[in-house]
């Protein structure tokens, strides 16, 4: 790292830096390979940080990079203060954040405390102890029910599909809200707490800028454990339906509140600005608010926009939803459109030229939107879901369980090259975990570099105006909505006299947009030059009056 890329010195008025962050969301596994075993790891992303510098992002949200069996792709961690083999070592990761900050790119990590692996130490030991046992208490073990104790204590189900509950050799159930590998702690037993205390000040002191909450909704579980009342075998509804829209007894309790609060203070007394963004799901925005605040967490993600469907009426719905949410919740909303849990949102518009076109519309509207924005690693290349990985090698746990496979979304980047896996590895390397398509070379990062009009010259074009403009500014205006035809959206920002236009159009026709100002970025080339500017369908634009 030269001296002239390092960035200046943080000051305190850095410390609200997630407010309205560009954060990329790093699929460790899939990112890039420096070794050449066809995983991604550490050293690959500290290869890569160049990158995302000049894409001009602010953060990188790593997932989870822990020691771990993988069956869960790391969201079962076996030792949360040390690195997986297979992704590097500590010494990567200190030198990968070390790179990271020189670049003034901040770092956030995935922390895991709802559930450990089973081949954590504490589940290993708990199973050895027997029941009864002081090392049992730190998960959720319990009696079956039925005569011989032969049936779940409850009728919870996983999250991944049938019951929640595993019974051990001795008898006794333990509960696991997602694989039977990811068994769920019992959190309120001091050594949990203290021991998650501990790992984030490890993190912490590593120099990490945040935290996302893994499961931040589900750490404390009903007392008593009492049942839902319906499944999917007494009504065929998946309890897991009911997640953000109704109350289930494993999740969004009262008492997990307590949890967060003992974690904030640890967060503001290191400097800079340390933040913690909630995977969290619930009922109504005002409990969804609860996580949020000077005395807990800094932001929950919005994840209304990965159901939107293509429609002005869908759009409009999720901006309004969320900003409203956000006025509750007094700190600004969080945009996802896409991430590793998700089809990924060029598949989710019609996939192909379409969905295309539609993603990257979707994509501007996003980045002209208050808050904070993040990026699912790819989206920037406008890669679509992977339909037809074959069977056997998608390693997902949900899949056996209910048919339904997350691995077409973590298809690893292509960086370079004619052949999969693209660059994926160094030079010459074959391998990759799972299979790029065969048609993905002029998806490359390569490829799109300098081509006007490439996804990923859009994104840079739209993060270096959306970090440039005033109106876009954190303490800009909010959104106001403009006078605009049927299926158009179109709202402005502004700061001053300087106001930004962001127009999208869902219609069936083009759309004239000269009335908004000047264009400054489109997601499609515009039309109609001599007679004034037209929208294509499928499009969206941004557009300057000052
Ligand atoms: C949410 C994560 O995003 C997902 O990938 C994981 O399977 C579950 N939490 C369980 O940790």
């Not at 830096?17 to 550490?42: E, M």
């Not at 998806?443 to 010259?457: F, I, K």
Request: proline share 7%; glycine share 10%; with cysteine.
């Amino acid at each position: 790292m030269t001296a002239s890329t390092a960035t200046p010195p943080r000051t305190a008025a850095d410390d609200d830096w997630w407010r309205s962050a560009v954060v990329y969301q790093v699929y460790v596994r899939s990112f890039a390979d420096s070794d050449g075993d066809g995983t991604g790891d550490l050293q690959g992303i500290r290869q890569r940080l160049p990158y995302l510098r000049d894409l001009g992002v602010d953060a990188l949200w790593l997932t989870p990079f822990y020691t771990s069996p993988m069956v869960d792709g790391g969201y079962d961690v076996a030792d949360y203060r040390d690195v997986d083999p297979m992704f590097g070592t500590l010494t990567d990761f200190d030198a990968m954040i070390t790179d990271a900050h020189a670049l003034g790119l901040r770092i956030i990590v995935d922390l895991v405390p709802n559930h450990t692996s089973s081949a954590h130490r504490w589940f290993t030991a708990a199973l050895a102890a027997g029941p009864g046992s002081p090392e049992r208490a730190r998960y959720l073990f319990a009696e079956g029910r039925g005569a011989h104790g032969e049936l779940p204590p409850n009728d919870w189900e996983s999250i991944f599909g049938g019951p929640a509950w595993t019974r051990v050799p001795d008898g006794e159930w333990y509960l696991h809200l997602f694989d039977p590998a990811q068994p769920d702690l019992n959190w309120r037993h001091p050594e949990v707490r203290a021991e998650f205390e501990d790992v984030l000040r490890f993190w912490l002191d590593r120099g990490v800028d945040g935290f996302r909450i893994d499961v931040a909704h589900g750490m404390i579980k009903a007392e008593g454990l009492p049942d839902v009342g319906f499944s999917t075998l007494t009504i065929g509804q998946r309890q897991v339906e009911l997640l953000g829209k109704g109350r289930l007894p494993y999740f969004d309790q009262d008492e997990v509140h307590e949890i967060y609060r003992a974690w904030r203070p640890i967060l503001d007394s290191y400097p800079g600005g340390r933040m913690a963004v909630a995977e969290a799901w619930a009922e109504t925005p005002q409990r969804l608010a609860r996580y949020i605040g000077a005395d807990e967490l800094h932001q929950a993600f919005s994840f209304d926009f990965l159901d939107a469907t293509w429609s002005a009426d869908s759009f409009r719905k999720v901006v309004d939803t969320a900003l409203a949410e956000s006025t509750v919740v007094g700190a600004p909303t969080t945009w996802v459109l896409s991430n590793h849990d998700k089809q990924r949102h060029v598949t989710r518009y019609g996939d192909g030229v379409e969905g295309l076109r539609r993603a990257r519309a979707a994509s501007l509207l996003m980045l002209a939107l208050p808050g904070c924005a993040y990026l699912y690693q790819g989206e920037e290349l406008g890669l679509p879901e992977v339909l037809d990985l074959p069977d056997e090698l998608r390693q997902d746990p949900a899949f056996l369980r209910t048919g339904e496979s997350r691995d077409g979304c973590r298809v690893p980047i292509p960086w370079s090259g004619e052949l999969a896996p693209y660059g994926f590895g160094p030079a010459g390397s074959e391998l990759s975990w799972l299979p790029a398509p065969a048609t993905w070379a002029a998806l490359s990062v390569t490829a799109q570099t300098g081509l006007p009009g490439s996804t990923l010259e859009l994104y840079r074009a739209a993060l270096r105006i959306r970090h440039e403009h005033p109106a876009l500014a954190v303490d800009a205006g909010g959104v106001t909505w403009l006078e605009s035809g049927p299926g158009v959206l179109a709202f402005s920002r502004a700061a001053g006299a300087t106001v930004l236009t962001c127009v999208v159009n869902l219609s069936g026709a083009p759309v004239p947009i000269d009335g908004y100002g000047e264009p400054l970025v489109a997601s499609e080339a515009l039309t109609g030059q001599g007679s004034g500017h037209l929208l294509p369908v499928d499009a969206a634009a941004w557009l300057e009056r000052r």
